[in-house]
DNA sequence: CATTTAGTTCCAAATAGTGGAACATGGTTT
DNA sequence: AAACCATGTTCCACTATTTGGAACTAAATG
């Protein structure tokens, strides 16, 4: 489960996770069972991250939660490179004109981790959603976006599924998983057809450069009560605009005074 | 500026709110000029940090931001260790009685954090608002918040302050500064009198445990075009009374699961 | 009161981080 | 075209930091 090495660093990531995975507040002893550290390593690490602010400690229960500087970190993250801010106003219409709920996801990890959200019944809600990860083999987004990822990526992010079976239609293979992103290349949308969370159908477009370098991805998400494939795939073209809209300008887009000349490409963020 | 060692991890958190603090896409050389850090030293920091998602990098743009992995954690910090699950209730009724914008902030670091907010006029922003820091001692919240410290916290926190005149009213000076803490802690609340902006008013109450532990605060805010003090003082009883609230239901909160098996658990540790 | 469990401290050995300097790359000037 | 410069990347001997077993304390339990 741990991500690997990367030294000092590398650890101490890991053990955020480990916190932000029970997804309460956590005391020490249940935090050294999940984890592959010795007691006075584990000990040293969360002590420097509280320190950090990375974690809260709740001295009276005794527990430890992930730390408000990270909320105050994210907000840069959010602000600055999701796609975000560059989406905002594409959702708004993509929400507005369909009526659906409609999501704006990232790969994080070989995760999907929601970005932005349209609610057309309520208003937003903050974090609840954004921030939130799922599953990427069984969610529109998550296919969308793994069906344009480069050879070595998408191999090991299709490793890394877990094709736990959610549903009858879960595809719970590698085999089958490859299969369908095939078929998601070939036609250009990837399809969620209640693969997640019964009922739950919806369509989604990657999100690409001119370069075909996968940003993300949005969809349009529906109940089967309130309407059938069919209904639902006619919005595959405006969703596909709307998709090609967000990727143009994510292209154009500078930062106010940013505005540096293109320079080659070498590293890659995973 | 740097918050003092704390090892590596230190150092490595420093680099992050030094990318962060660029507020857009920074290039390494950027970021070597206004670092402490030798060249090979912080070229390897920025390695690690986005081999684990702490930033991302632009290889178009040689850039470095701060990385999608801390939304996906301040989403679970969010979620746990902010008061905002637990006053968000209360935060709905504040703004419909008066109408006005509401914030809910803690403090980070000697600053303040935003950590929700409700806005009568729009819908919710995202990350927009939540998340966003600001300074402490020319806002209501923030002094707030401070009057409440214990004796060494508050003696760092008040050191801390930048004492920059935003405008005519603004504290510049501990002095000056300790002096208003004192009225607060008098008559239990903050007042925002254009110390910030110009125009801006606002009345702010901490949010306090039984035993007195400061844990954030809230606040009403109104432009002077709009309502003289007096009004906007008149608001005062409604928000102590919801601060009271919040404070007293952040007391018997807990987790849903951490509930069911807490036989074993002193409920108050005192 | 003995006993278990949870949390904290210590310190010698081992490891991982450090940073000066040399190298690579691409763009610009002479 | 060669020399130059700015930016980014790699190397490696030196050293400071991290490591973790074990011993210790505090508090809960029977």
């Known amino acids: 489960m741990p991500v690997a090495g990367d030294g000092t660093i590398g650890k101490a990531c890991d053990v955020l996770d480990q916190v932000a995975a029970f997804e309460r507040p956590v005391r020490f002893a249940e935090l050294l069972d999940s984890s592959d550290f010795p ?6 690490f969360l002590q420097t991250l509280t320190n950090q602010g ?5 001295p009276e229960r005794q527990t430890y939660a992930p730390g408000m500087r990270l909320v105050r970190l ?3 993250a959010w602000t600055q490179s999701s796609l975000a801010p560059i989406a905002r106003p594409f959702l708004d219409v993509l929400s507005q004109e369909t009526g659906e709920t409609v999501h704006l996801a990232q ?12 609610n057309a019944a309520q208003p937003i809600e903050m974090y609840s959603q954004a921030g939130k990860v799922g599953p990427a083999y069984c969610t529109g987004v998550g296919k969308a976006m793994m069906a344009y990822l480069d050879d070595d990526t998408l191999t090991k992010a299709v490793s890394q599924q877990s094709y736990h079976r959610f549903t009858e239609k879960t595809l719970t293979s590698e085999a089958a998983l490859r299969a369908d992103l095939d078929l998601i290349r070939q036609r250009g949308y990837a399809i969620d057809d209640e693969e997640h969370e019964p009922g739950i159908i919806c369509v989604a477009c990657p999100i690409l450069t001119s370069g075909n370098r996968m940003l993300g991805a949005i969809s349009v998400t529906r109940s089967t009560e309130r309407m059938d494939f069919n209904q639902l795939e006619a919005w595959v073209p405006r969703v596909r605009r709307v998709a090609e809209q967000i990727g143009a300008e994510a292209q154009t887009w500078r930062f106010p005074e940013l505005r540096t000349k293109l320079g080659n490409d070498r590293m890659q963020a995973t």
Do not use: E, I
């Open 39 to 44: 007691k006075a390593t584990l000990y040293r």
């Open 74 to 76: 994210a907000h840069a």
């Open 54 to 58: 990375m974690l809260s400690y709740d």
């Open 107 to 118: 790969l994080d990890s070989s995760q999907v981790l929601y970005v932005d959200k349209r």
